[in-house]
C-alpha cells in the first residue's frame, strides 16, 4: 500500500485539531478506549459535546490551556492508503513545531475559517509549506455552518488564496469548503452544499497524485558510513534521488575519484537496481577513498560543489540572526562550519514583499548567503529537494537554528 | 518487492528506521539500544543489525530487569542477542533495590516508577550519549508528540514544551552538555505495521505473542498472569484461558487478551478487527490519569 505523509497548516482556532479527530472518527480510526478517553476529558472540560481536539491534543499543557502546542503524530489507513498525519499549532510562537511537522509532508491542509477569510498565519503557514518544498496543498475553508454553507463566501476565500499563491512555487493547489465540526465534504459529501462538485477531504488524499513527487532522474547516494569487514568494503547511506545500477560508473564528490558500482546489498538482500528513498550498501570496483559526508554521483550528471550557499531560510531561534554569526550548517550526511554572509532580504508575509534586512528575528524568512570552509554538494532545491535544503545548529547548544533551502543562480 | 520504482509503506519505513539508526551512530560516539524483549524492541533490534551488515551491530544492548519480568522473555533476549552477537548490559532493579539506590513505596506491586533511576544510574555508569528504543508515536498521546531524535537533561527528563526543531530527515545528533539523547527509529510505525513486517520477514518473538494457555486472574477488565508479584485480591479468582499478550512488560502491569491466535498472519487479522489500542487493552501503567506518560517521561522515563 501507498503511504501519504500530510500536515494541517492555520491560524489558531481554525479548527485544525478538530478536522483531524474528524478524519480520524468518520473513517472509524479511533478506537472503542481513545474515544472513551476522549469523551471523560469533554465532559470535564465543561462543553459536554464530545471535543474531537482531544484526540491529538496529548501534552497537560495543551488540555490545560485548549490549544495546540507541538505537533502531534497520527497514523490511520483506508482502503486505498495509509496516512500519517502531522497536527500543527497554529499560535506564531509555536512556529519551529509548525516547521517541523510540515517539513515531512507530501500534502499541507491549510485551514481558513470561512467567516474570517486569510490571516497573516494562514499566509505564513502557506509560504513555509511553499518553501520546505511541500508540493501539494489543499485550502480547506472551514466553518462552512458558521456562514450558512454560503457558495460565494467560498468563492471570495478560494480567490483571495489564488491571488496570493501564485506568487509561492507549490504545483498543486486544491480548495475545499468543509466543516469539521459537523464533518460535512470532510469524509462524507455535504449534502448543505449542493454547488460544490469537488470531492471530500478524505477522497482527495486518497486520490492526489504523489507517486512524481520524488526525483528518480539525478542519481545521489550520501555516505552515511563506511561498513568494513575482513573480504567486505561498503558505503551504507539511504538514495537521495535518481536510480543506482551495478555497473554504473560513479563519481565521488566533492574529490572528483571515479569507480564503478560493483554491487548494491539493500535489507532484502543484493539488488541489481536501488532507487530513493531506499537505505542501501553500495560496494565499488576500486578500494578508493570515499567517507562519511561524500555524495556518489555519475560522472554525466554531477551536482554542484561549492562553498557559497544562496538559501531561503527559516529562522526559528530566539536570538536573531545577523551577518558575520557563525553556524554549524547540516547538509545531507556532512556537517561543516560556515559564516553568515549577506541577508539580501526578508519576506512580508502579507504580501509576499521583499524588505531589505540586516537581521532576521525569530520565525522570520529570508534570502541568507552562506560560505563554508569545506566544499558541500548540492543541487537547486526546486529539481531536487533532497540535495537542495539544510539545516544551521548552534555550534555552542547544538540547538537546531534554521532550516533553509539551496538556490543556484 | 517494487513496482515502477516505488516503495510499499513497509519498505519506507524499514528505509527511514535504517536512516535513523546509521545517523546517530556516525553522529555520537557511545550509542547504546535498550531492550525489553518485546516485539518492538525485536523489530529494532533486527534493524539495526540490517543497518550494519554483514559487520554486527555497532553498539550494546541494555536491558532494565525489573525483576518481574517473564522468563519466557529474559530466555529469549538471550539467545537472540548471542545469535546476533551484540554484548548485553543489564541494569538490575533488584540489585539496586538491594544496594539501596533505590527503594519501593510500601505497597507497591508496579516497579514501573522504580526503573527510571535504574536505567539513568546505568547511563551514567556506561556515559551512554544516545539510547535507541522502540518506542512507537501511536502507542500514547505524550509519545505522538516527541520528536525521533529527543534530547533528555542530564536528569534523563523531556521538557515537552522546549522540543528541537526537527526538519526532513536532516538528522541534529548534536548532544547538550551532560545530557543524552533519546532515539526513536519506530515512530512512524503502527502496530500492525509491526506486525506485518514480522509477518513478512519471519521475525522470531517470545511465545508469549502467541495464543498459548495460562492461569489468569482479571482485574479492572485486564487478564492478568497468576504470578507471585501480583497479589490477588479477595475475590478475583484464578483461571486457565487461552490468551496471548499484546504488549510485553512488567508483569504486574501488563494484562493479556483472550486469543486463537497462534501466529504472526492470525494475529494480524485479530488486531484489524479491534476496537481497542494495545496500551489501552492491556497496559494498566497507562491508566493512572490522562496524562501518566507524559508525566513519567518528564521524570527519564522512554
Known amino acids: ?409 | 518487492m517494487t513496482s515502477l520504482l516505488r516503495l510499499r509503506h513497509l519498505e519506507t519505513l524499514e528505509a527511514e528506521a535504517i536512516q535513523i539508526i546509521r545517523e546517530v551512530v556516525a553522529g555520537t560516539q557511545n550509542p547504546a539500544l535498550l531492550f525489553s524483549g518485546g516485539k518492538d524492541s525485536i523489530l529494532l533490534l533486527h534493524l539495526a543489525a540490517l543497518s550494519f551488515r554483514p559487520a554486527p551491530v555497532p553498539f550494546p544492548v541494555v536491558h532494565i530487569d525489573t525483576g518481574h519480568n517473564f522468563p519466557e522473555v529474559l530466555g529469549f533476549r538471550d539467545r537472540y542477542v548471542e545469535q546476533l552477537g551484540v554484548e548485553l548490559v543489564v541494569g538490575s532493579v533488584p540489585d539496586a533495590l538491594a544496594a539501596g539506590t533505590v527503594r519501593e513505596s510500601p505497597g507497591a506491586t508496579s516497579r514501573n516508577a522504580i526503573q527510571t533511576p535504574v536505567l539513568l544510574d546505568t547511563i551514567a555508569k556506561y556515559r551512554f550519549d544516545a539510547l535507541f528504543g522502540g518506542a512507537r508515536r501511536d502507542e500514547e498521546k505524550a509519545r505522538a508528540k516527541e520528536r525521533i531524535l529527543s534530547v533528555r537533561d542530564e536528569f534523563g527528563q523531556w521538557d515537552p514544551k522546549n522540543q528541537r526543531p526537527e526538519l526532513w530527515d536532516l538528522y541534529n545528533t548534536r548532544i547538550p552538555a551532560d545530557g543524552h539523547l533519546r532515539v526513536f527509529p519506530l515512530s512512524n510505525w503502527t502496530e500492525l505495521d509491526v506486525w506485518q513486517y514480522i509477518a513478512d520477514r519471519e521475525l522470531p518473538l517470545p511465545p508469549l505473542y502467541y495464543a498459548h494457555e495460562r492461569p489468569v486472574f482479571e482485574r479492572d477488565g485486564m487478564l492478568f498472569a497468576d504470578t507471585g508479584f501480583l497479589p490477588r485480591r479477595p475475590g478475583e479468582q484464578v483461571v486457565s484461558r487461552t490468551v496471548r499478550f499484546r504488549t510485553v512488560g512488567d508483569m504486574t502491569c501488563t494484562g493479556a487478551v483472550l486469543s486463537d491466535a497462534t501466529g504472526s498472519a492470525a494475529v494480524l487479522r485479530e488486531l484489524i478487527a479491534s476496537r481497542l489500542t494495545e496500551r489501552g487493552a492491556t497496559r494498566a501503567d497507562d491508566r493512572v490519569n490522562e496524562t501518566a506518560m507524559e508525566d513519567r517521561k518528564r521524570e527519564g522515563y522512554f
Open chain 1, 1 to 409: 500500500m501507498e503511504m501519504l505523509r500530510l500536515a494541517t497548516a492555520g491560524s489558531v482556532d481554525d479548527g485544525k485539531s478538530t478536522l483531524i479527530g474528524r478524519l480520524l472518527h468518520d473513517s472509524r480510526a479511533v478506537l472503542r478506549d481513545q474515544l472513551e478517553a476522549v469523551a471523560r476529558a469533554s465532559r470535564r472540560g465543561g462543553t459536554g459535546d464530545l471535543d474531537l481536539a482531544l484526540l491529538t491534543d496529548g501534552l497537560r499543557a495543551e488540555r490545560e490551556q485548549g490549544i495546540t502546542i507541538d505537533v502531534a503524530y497520527r497514523y490511520f489507513a483506508t482502503a486505498r492508503r495509509k496516512f500519517i498525519i502531522a497536527d500543527t499549532p497554529g499560535h506564531v510562537q509555536y512556529t519551529p513545531n509548525m516547521v517541523t511537522g510540515a517539513s515531512t509532508a507530501q500534502l499541507a491542509v491549510v485551514l481558513v475559517d470561512a467567516r474570517h477569510g486569510m490571516t497573516e498565519q494562514s499566509r505564513r503557514h502557506a509560504l513555509i509549506c511553499s518553501l520546505l518544498g511541500v508540493p501539494h496543498l489543499v485550502v480547506a475553508v472551514n466553518k462552512m455552518d458558521l456562514v450558512g454553507y454560503d457558495e460565494q463566501t467560498f468563492r471570495r476565500i478560494d480567490e483571495e488564496f489564488t491571488d496570493f499563491s501564485a506568487r509561492l512555487r507549490t504545483p498543486d493547489i486544491t480548495a475545499l469548503p468543509i466543516s469539521a465540526l459537523t464533518g460535512h465534504n470532510v469524509v462524507t459529501r455535504s449534502g448543505a452544499m449542493p454547488w460544490y462538485d469537488g470531492p471530500t477531504l478524505l477522497s482527495h488524499l486518497e486520490q492526489v497524485h504523489v507517486a512524481a513527487d520524488g526525483n528518480l532522474v539525478d542519481p545521489r547516494f550520501p555516505v552515511q558510513c563506511v561498513i568494513r569487514q575482513p573480504s567486505y568494503r561498503g558505503y551504507a547511506g539511504r538514495i537521495a534521488s535518481g536510480v543506482l545500477r551495478t555497473g554504473d560508473e560513479v563519481v565521488v564528490l566533492p574529490s572528483g575519484r571515479t569507480s564503478q558500482i560493483a554491487g548494491i546489498d539493500t535489507p532484502a538482500g543484493p539488488a541489481d537496481e536501488a532507487f530513493a528513498p531506499m537505505s542501501v550498501t553500495v560496494r565499488l570496483t576500486d578500494d578508493i577513498d570515499v567517507s562519511r559526508g561524500d555524495v556518489l554521483a555519475r560522472p554525466q550528471n554531477q551536482p554542484h560543489v561549492t562553498q557559497d550557499l544562496d538559501t531561503m531560510m527559516c529562522w526559528m531561534a530566539r536570538s536573531p540572526l545577523r551577518e558575520g554569526d557563525r553556524v554549524l550548517v547540516k547538509h545531507l550526511t556532512r556537517t561543516v562550519p560556515a559564516v553568515v554572509g549577506r541577508i539580501e532580504y526578508r519576506i512580508d508575509v502579507n504580501m509576499l514583499r521583499r524588505h531589505e534586512a540586516e537581521r532576521l528575528t525569530s520565525n522570520e524568512i529570508g534570502r541568507v548567503r552562506l560560505r563554508t570552509p569545506e566544499p558541500l554538494v548540492v543541487d537547486d532545491y526546486h529539481r531536487n529537494r533532497q540535495t537542495g535544503r539544510l539545516i544551521a545548529i548552534d555550534p555552542v547548544d547544538g540547538s537546531t537554528l534554521a532550516g533553509a533551502t539551496i538556490r543556484l543562480s
